[in-house]
């Protein structure tokens, strides 16, 4: 690690600073901070990556750490990604404290370091829309008149004053996006268009809003050949990571409900003028009840604009460009498949972090599962094979651990599948196959019926002892508990089909109707 250049990281817990960290860690010694905690953000351990949990705009400890680091040899770069910004247009004092003072803070403290490069993390939004049928280029001024782009205009500004004494760099990102989505107003516009909501097939004026966007595996390419460049670069000087062009809301309406539905729907297309009139009215019904919607007033003079972008220099200056693949476009069906098979992810990733609203109960429930199905999985088989003599199921003590372990995220799977859509009919359906599996190989009901009842009592047990399932006891009970017992339903009648036996309390062991299938490696699973 000592022999490896030295970068730091401001807003290393961010969307982009987590996946820069996973991505250079190795390459570089990184310095990352943030004002959360590593373990309160969940951002990856990395070999060669310090963890400094602090303010960037806090002047002494930002001073006292980059001394630190110059006495310990300096750095090679700072990127320096910490910035506020939210989509509501109202002000708010991280403004000013974290984009503009905080970026004076590292700007003044990083003087001493000697570094190769400075590199300012601005926006393709902190300039204002090109007329119609131009682009925005790397000349392009930063004349955004917004709260964000206005902040983002006084980073890039600082960087030309002090080009002189430290080598500095503008980026300039697109809107960036992951496949769970991860960028506010995209989440917004797939949440309303696959929803059954009044308003799910609304475009504002003709649909031809419109910006970059960015997949962020391209944007860490991007940022390593930017590394890589670092001493080679003019002062000050200002590179686009972006795709050229713009994508609409009327191409994204289109992909997103095509693959959601087999066909694009089409649009209503709402006049500017009315449109803006309508997102006026909504937004005070919102301040009346106390349930704002995202779109702002201020949104509405951006309709039919397009952000056009020309960053065909800096692809030149780079060698480097946007796969194909990445495009927004031909990612959408991703990000609907994503929507689809993990919306608790999807929610968490999304409204949750980006918004701080609260999950629906059941992705509530659906999340706390996942955060605990290992510790779930190895109860589960404990409260299987380590039972009293006269409790002991013999089939299932004397599995394998491995095939414990591969039968019961069979299990977990086919639970967290009903949980998520809400319906038992695949839950059930998995029960009966496992039911007709284990009455062939000579499992007694009773032992069947124990091991999901067993599962059962696990799953609720270390749910419900989660601070964050407080208020879910009803859904626990709705969509864990209702659903194992249509499961153990679903057992009994495959037994009284295949052996004639009446569903009681009785344990009885038939014998197999038909030759067992081999044990291992098993189809399905059962506890």
Same mark, same amino acid.
């Given at each position: 690690?000592?022999?490896?250049?030295?970068?730091?990281?401001?807003?290393?817990?961010?969307?982009?600073?987590?996946?820069?960290?996973?991505?250079?860690?190795?390459?570089?010694?990184?310095?990352?901070?943030?004002?959360?905690?590593?373990?309160?953000?969940?951002?990856?351990?990395?070999?060669?990556?310090?963890?400094?949990?602090?303010?960037?705009?806090?002047?002494?400890?930002?001073?006292?750490?980059?001394?630190?680091?110059? =006495?310990?040899?300096?750095? =090679?770069?700072?990127?320096?990604?910490?910035?506020?910004?939210?989509?509501?247009?109202?002000?708010?004092?991280?403004?000013?404290?974290?984009?503009?003072?905080?970026?004076?803070?590292?700007?003044?403290?990083?003087?001493?370091?000697?570094?190769?490069?400075?590199?300012?993390?601005?926006?393709?939004?902190?300039?204002?829309?090109?007329?119609?049928?131009?682009?925005?280029?790397?000349?392009?001024?930063?004349?955004?008149?917004?709260?964000?782009?206005?902040?983002?205009?006084?980073?890039?500004?600082?960087?030309?004053?002090?080009?002189?004494?430290?080598?500095?760099?503008?980026?300039?990102?697109?809107?960036?996006?992951?496949?769970?989505?991860?960028?506010?107003? +995209?989440?917004?516009?797939?949440?309303?268009?696959?929803?059954?909501?009044?308003?799910?097939?609304?475009?504002?004026?003709?649909?031809?809003?419109?910006?970059?966007?960015?997949?962020?595996?391209?944007?860490?390419?991007?940022?390593?050949?930017? +590394?890589?460049?670092?001493?080679?670069?003019?002062?000050?000087?200002?590179?686009?990571?972006?795709?050229?062009?713009?994508?609409?809301?009327?191409?994204?309406?289109?992909?997103?409900?095509?693959?959601?539905?087999?066909?694009?729907?089409?649009?209503?297309?709402?006049?500017?003028?009315?449109?803006?009139?309508?997102?006026?009215?909504?937004?005070?019904?919102?301040?009346?009840?106390?349930?704002?919607?995202?779109?702002?007033?201020?949104?509405?003079?951006?309709?039919?604009?397009?952000?056009?972008?020309?960053?065909?220099?800096?692809?030149?200056?780079?060698?480097?460009?946007?796969?194909?693949?990445?495009?927004?476009?031909?990612?959408?069906?991703?990000?609907?498949?994503?929507?689809?098979?993990?919306?608790?992810?999807?929610?968490?990733?999304?409204?949750?972090?980006?918004?701080?609203?609260?999950?629906?109960? =059941?992705?509530?429930?659906?999340?706390?599962?996942?955060?605990?199905?290992?510790?779930?999985?190895?109860?589960?088989?404990?409260?299987?094979?380590?039972?009293?003599?006269?409790?002991?199921?013999?089939?299932?003590?004397?599995?394998?651990?491995?095939?414990?372990?591969?039968?019961?995220? =069979?299990?977990?799977?086919?639970?967290?599948?009903?949980?998520?859509?809400?319906?038992?009919?695949?839950?059930?359906?998995?029960?009966?196959?496992?039911?007709?599996?284990?009455?062939?190989?000579?499992?007694?009901?009773?032992? +069947?019926?124990?091991?999901?009842?067993?599962?059962?009592?696990?799953?609720?047990?270390?749910?419900?002892?989660?601070?964050?399932?407080?208020?879910?006891?009803?859904?626990?009970?709705?969509?864990?508990?209702?659903?194992?017992?249509?499961?153990?339903?679903?057992?009994?009648?495959?037994?009284?089909?295949?052996?004639?036996?009446?569903?009681?309390?009785?344990?009885?062991?038939?014998?197999?109707?038909?030759?067992?299938?081999?044990?291992?490696?098993?189809?399905?699973?059962?506890?």
């Amino acid at each position: 690690m000592s022999t490896l250049p030295r970068l730091i990281v401001t807003g290393a817990s961010g969307f982009l600073g987590r996946r820069v960290l996973e991505a250079l860690a190795g390459r570089w010694r990184i310095y990352a901070i943030d004002r959360r905690s590593q373990e309160e953000s969940g951002a990856p351990d990395r070999p060669g990556v310090s963890w400094h949990h602090l303010d960037v705009a806090e002047a002494e400890p930002v001073t006292r750490l980059f001394e630190e680091i110059r =006495q310990a040899g300096g750095a =090679q770069a700072l990127l320096h990604l910490a910035a506020y910004y939210d989509f509501t247009g109202d002000p708010h004092p991280e403004y000013e404290r974290t984009n503009v003072h905080g970026t004076e803070v590292v700007l003044e403290a990083a003087q001493r370091l000697e570094l190769e490069r400075f590199f300012f993390a601005s926006s393709v939004a902190a300039c204002d829309f090109p007329p119609p049928g131009a682009a925005l280029d790397e000349s392009s001024p930063p004349d955004g008149s917004h709260l964000y782009a206005l902040t983002k205009r006084f980073g890039e500004t600082r960087m030309r004053a002090v080009a002189g004494r430290m080598p500095t760099a503008i980026l300039r990102f697109a809107a960036l996006f992951s496949d769970w989505c991860e960028y506010a107003p +995209l989440f917004q516009f797939l949440d309303t268009w696959l929803s059954r909501r009044w308003n799910r097939s609304v475009l504002g004026g003709r649909g031809n809003s419109a910006i970059p966007y960015l997949h962020v595996r391209d944007l860490l390419v991007f940022l390593e050949r930017a +590394l890589d460049l670092r001493r080679d670069l003019a002062p000050a000087e200002v590179l686009i990571a972006s795709p050229d062009g713009a994508v609409s809301h009327r191409e994204l309406f289109h992909a997103a409900t095509r693959h959601a539905f087999g066909r694009a729907r089409r649009p209503v297309l709402v006049p500017a003028p009315l449109a803006r009139v309508g997102i006026e009215l909504r937004d005070r019904l919102g301040r009346m009840t106390g349930r704002r919607p995202f779109e702002r007033p201020w949104m509405g003079r951006y309709i039919d604009l397009r952000l056009a972008v020309d960053a065909s220099r800096t692809r030149r200056r780079l060698g480097w460009s946007p796969r194909p693949r990445l495009e927004v476009l031909r990612r959408l069906p991703f990000l609907v498949e994503n929507l689809r098979g993990n919306p608790a992810h999807w929610y968490e990733l999304n409204r949750a972090s980006m918004h701080g609203g609260p999950l629906a109960p =059941q992705l509530q429930l659906l999340r706390l599962i996942e955060r605990h199905q290992e510790e779930i999985r190895a109860t589960f088989t404990r409260a299987l094979v380590e039972r009293p003599p006269d409790e002991r199921l013999p089939h299932y003590a004397d599995l394998p651990a491995a095939d414990h372990a591969w039968h019961h995220r =069979q299990l977990m799977r086919s639970l967290l599948t009903a949980i998520r859509s809400g319906e038992r009919g695949t839950f059930m359906a998995f029960c009966r196959d496992l039911a007709e599996r284990r009455a062939r190989q000579g499992v007694p009901l009773g032992a +069947l019926r124990e091991a999901l009842t067993t599962f059962e009592r696990v799953c609720r047990r270390i749910v419900l002892a989660d601070p964050d399932a407080a208020g879910l006891e009803s859904w626990v009970r709705e969509r864990l508990t209702v659903t194992l017992e249509f499961g153990v339903d679903a057992v009994e009648e495959v037994y009284e089909r295949l052996l004639g036996i009446v569903a009681t309390g009785a344990d009885r062991a038939p014998a197999p109707t038909r030759p067992a299938p081999p044990v291992s490696p098993p189809h399905l699973s059962g506890r």
